[in-house]
């Protein structure tokens, strides 16, 4: 089934293919216009501009047009996407010929902190080597503790120069789960 998610990852392809840096984050409850559920929506950023927005309709408007529960969507502003580009050509990323290193990474979390907002410190923390990142579960329950959720990513590293070694990988996994930790993420086991 599609999800939100599936959402979140067609904007990032979108704004991929044409160079656009966008980052996601969570706005106030008020700020959300009404068609979108609240808590369960994200700003599309680049930078300081506002772009638009992504995420799960608001059960009424699911309701009102006959869509299945928890349909998403996205809106893009297309005029101000391409109004943040620099005007250079895009540079296409080189193909990678060394293997890949797929892991999969399960934070908790407490609820407050979005999807987009751990995705943004794995990008940052895993740096030039993170070739993908899925978020492919969101699980809340007994098993994570009350007012917390768990948010599980399938992440793919290879390096354009090298094979990774084991330690390579341990190292990009170290750092990331460092840099989770200062938004409170904790991995699982």
């Given at each position: 089934p599609v999800d939100w998610s599936d959402a979140v990852e067609a904007v990032r392809r979108i704004a991929g293919r044409i160079g656009a840096a966008i980052e996601l984050d969570q706005p106030a409850a008020d700020d959300v216009p009404v068609q979108w559920h609240p808590?369960?929506?994200?700003?599309?950023?680049?930078?300081?501009?506002?772009?638009?927005?992504?995420?799960?309709?608001?059960?009424?408007?699911?309701?009102?047009?006959?869509?299945?529960?928890?349909?998403?969507?996205?809106?893009?502003?297309?005029?101000?996407?391409?109004?943040?580009?620099?005007?250079?050509?895009?540079?296409?990323?080189?193909?990678?010929?060394?293997?890949?290193?797929?892991?999969?990474?399960?934070?908790?979390?407490?609820?407050?902190?979005?999807a987009g907002q751990l995705e943004n410190v794995i990008r940052k923390a895993a740096g030039a080597n993170l070739e993908s990142i899925e978020l492919f579960d969101v699980f809340t329950g007994e098993q994570v503790g009350e007012s917390k959720k768990s948010l599980a990513y399938a992440v793919v590293f290879r390096s354009p120069s090298k094979t990774l070694s084991a330690e390579d990988s341990d190292a990009i996994r170290k750092a990331i789960v460092a840099e989770a930790a200062e938004i409170g993420a904790q991995l699982r086991a």
């Open positions: 808590g369960r929506v994200a700003r599309v950023m680049v930078g300081d501009v506002f772009t638009g927005w992504v995420g799960e309709l608001h059960p009424r408007v699911n309701e009102a047009l006959g869509f299945p529960a928890h349909s998403a969507a996205f809106e893009l502003n297309l005029t101000a996407l391409f109004a943040t580009l620099t005007g250079k050509p895009v540079q296409a990323k080189p193909i990678s010929t060394f293997p890949p290193v797929k892991q999969d990474l399960a934070f908790t979390v407490d609820e407050t902190v979005t």
